[in-house]
Structures are given as C-alpha cells and as structure tokens.
C-alpha cells in the first residue's frame, strides 16, 4: 500500500479535522474545567455537503481533542440544509446552542435553539425562535450571538437591507424563548473608510458573525463584513457606548490586519474576553480539494481595549507550553536558525532599528518580514513563498510603534502564520512553500535579539465523560444542488 506524505502545509497544531472545509469558530465556552469550542464545517471540501458543527475541548486552550459531531442538520427540521453560525450559553444547569438554521427555499434564515443534555458534547432537536428582521426592506439575516445581563437575555443577528445597509439588530428575551425587537444596535451604508488604525476598511453590504465583548463603560461590537459580489472581506471593532439598545460614538478598527482573519467569535469570561478566528484560504479551490482539507481556526487570543477604541489582541498566555524546546541560532551566525519542522515560534525584539526577517523555504521560496520602528510599520510578504501558482502570495502593512524593548512574535503551524506586535496588533496570513522543512530563518537587524522555539501539543487522550450517550442526527450527505462558493474572498 502507498501511503500519501504528510503534508507540511498542514495546520497540525489549529483546530480543525483532518479532511474536509473549515470556517467560522462557533459558541465557545467553559463546562467543567473544559473549554468546549465548535466550528463550521463541511465534510466535503468542495462544499457539496451540509453544514455542521464540529467539536474540540481542550482544559488550558492549546492541546485540543476532537470529538464527534455536536451538531448535524435535522432532516424534518429548521435546519435541515444546514446547521450555520451561532454560539452557545447555560441557563443554570442546561445548556442551549442557538444559531442560523438553514432552509434553502427560505429567503431569511430563521433563528433556531437546541438543547444539550449531555453537557456540551451533543445538542437536540432544533425548534425555532422569534427574531425576525424589522421592515420589509432586509434581505439577509443571520448568525445570532447571544448573552445574559442581569435577568436579561440579548440577542444579537447581522443583517443586510436592500439599500446596502449592513446592520446588527438587537432583540430582549426574559427566557431564551420569546424575543422582541429592540431595533438596530448598529448600522452602516457600505463605503470604504479609514479607519482610527490607518487601515482601509470596506464596511460591507451586510455583517456577518456580530459579536459583542463589554469593557466596563465601552463595548466592542465586532462584525464581519461581506457583499454579494466580493463574499468575504475583513473582520471590523466598533467600540463605543451603548445607550437605550444603540452603540454610539464608533471608533472603527480592524480586528486583525492580516489578509486571512474573518468571523471572530468571542467567549466572555469572568477573566476577560477571548477570541478565536477563520484562517480562511488565501490559495485556488482546486488545490484545496486536491489536499482535501481548508480552512482551519486561529490561535485564541485575549482581547482588551486600547485608549484610542481599538482593539488588542495577544496570545493567550498558555501559548508558551506549546514550546516544546529552544532552537539554537548557528554557531557561526547567531541570526540565523534552522526550523527542522512546520510548528515554531520566533520572538523578535527590534530595539529602536529596523530588522529584516526572512523565512527562507529553498532557494526559490521565501516570506519575507521587516519591522521598521524608525517609521513605526510591519510589512509581512508572502508574494514569493510559493512556487505554486495557485498560491495567492499576499503582502500585509501596516503601522505599529514597536516601541523599544516590546517584542514582537510570530507563530507558524504549517501553512499559517500569525504575528503579535508588543502593542497588540495581529495579522494573520498564508503561505504555502512546496518545499517541506528544514526551514532557515534569518533575523538581521542592529541591536535586536531573537529566540525561536519548535512547538508541540501534548494530547492526553480522549475527554469523554463516563455517562456521555452521543445522539447523532443523520450524517451529512453530499449534495449535488449545494452550490456554495467558499472560496471567495
């Protein structure tokens, strides 16, 4: 038997399953020392299936275990074209995911709850819910993201008008059952502008994936904004404050300047807001099928506000025990380093001096980073890190202080590269080397230290509890009449 060679473009340390399409992370939250995080999926890459939910948990956010379906469409039910985006909460001892079920003869998809009776680890039977879009002139209308205020339930959905409106609209529910329409939380025609980080930002025909993290007085409505002609287009922070069910006084951000972040979602803790994002493809479809597997989800990172509104995100800090060892620079050339796998981490510190970064591949592919604290600006390109020609080879700049002493990280997994600046600016982005490890790494700059590490999960094993009875809807089946473009950025 021929057995196929892994492929070092594999995420091996990102959720996702081994085959099949990934996007948007879904209703994360903690259940007994466990933190439960589901995600889209479609078990054929190409898109001929339906929607589902995938399943992991992991008790420190790193290491994760994958388990069988939590969600599968109901065939006689709200959700039997697919089971879409949503997130999940507790209501004492039970426990409720509440999303966008799917019916392809239905112009708006309907809201829809099942309840979980095993803790998490699989939901029931869908009913559907009350929220429906206010007027005549919405077209689209979905993800719900849903939380508790006192003895409050609210409910978030995104929204698209037929005057290119993307819009959030908010409901109230005493029970998770009965829901009324508070109006729009917030609201945008589409047009490009420029926003508090001097990024360029296209607000989009419609939001998808709202998401709401408070931060005492302000909050931050995070939303992903998208357009029949274009699909997918970047992730946007409004913070501000909320006065009688409206955000006012936006201070606009990008949530991450990479070209491949898209769908936040955020679990709220006692601790602090974390999120997790799509690492969307930047490469053809046809390699995609190809290799049978996309898409996968980010690193979790913590999410604060800066004085300015915008938002900040690092790494969580249990991140370092993926650090499996140190990886020792070249005794003749202490800037240089040999990766002798696809997992690592690279911490720089500028020092006040321009440094170059280059990920050397082979002799033909490389992705090249500077970091220019002199005019305070990251530049991150990938256009020469794969001979491939479906690799789309993006270039990402933006400004940053990288102030003297702060460092900066780069995480790689495979085909995935996620920065962090000391000021808590993100970039996600793709490349894609035909070339597997060893890797080389060159770090030049005046004054500015490094250190790279290899990474590595340690998996303990299955985390199945004793009296878990799995309750499986009906398997997801290819589809020839699903015609979903899920490569469109």
Known sequence: MIVPAPDHLFPALHVRPPTGFVNDPNGPHVRDG?????????????????????????????????HRLAISPDPDGPDRNGAWSGNVVAEGDRLFAIYSGYLRQQELQSVVIAESVDGGWTFGAPRRLGPIPDGPGTRLFRDPFVWREADQWFMLVGAASTDDHASALIYSSPDLLTWSSQGVFAQRSRHTVTGVDGQHIDTGSMWECPQLISFGDREALL????????????????????????LEGEVLSRVDLGSAFYAASVMRTPEGAIVWGWAREERDEAWCVEADWSGALTFPRSAALRPDGTLSLRPVEAMKALRAHRIAPDNSDPGLFTIPGAAFELEVTPRGLQVDIEMRFSDEESLALTLDPVNGRVTMDAASASTDPRAKGSR?????????GDSV????????????????RSATMRAYPTS???????????NATASAWMLAAKHPGPEWPDNHVHRERVPPTADPDITVDLYRA
């Open 436 to 446: 597997p490890p060893p890797w080389h790494v060159r770090v030049e700059g005046a």
């Open 223 to 246: 939303v992903s904004a998208w357009s029949p002609a274009d699909g997918t287009l970047h992730t946007i922070a409004m913070s501000g404050r909320r006065r009688e069910m409206r």
């Open 396 to 404: 990402v700049i933006f400004d940053d202080p990288l102030d003297a």
């Open 34 to 66: 466990l933190t439960h995080l589901y995600y889209q999926h479609r078990p054929a890459t190409n898109g001929a299936s339906y929607a589902v939910w995938g399943h992991a948990t992991s008790a420190d956010l790193v290491n994760w275990n994958h």
């Open 409 to 424: 990280r780069i995480f790689v997994d495979g085909s995935i590269v996620e920065l962090f600046t000391g000021s808590g």
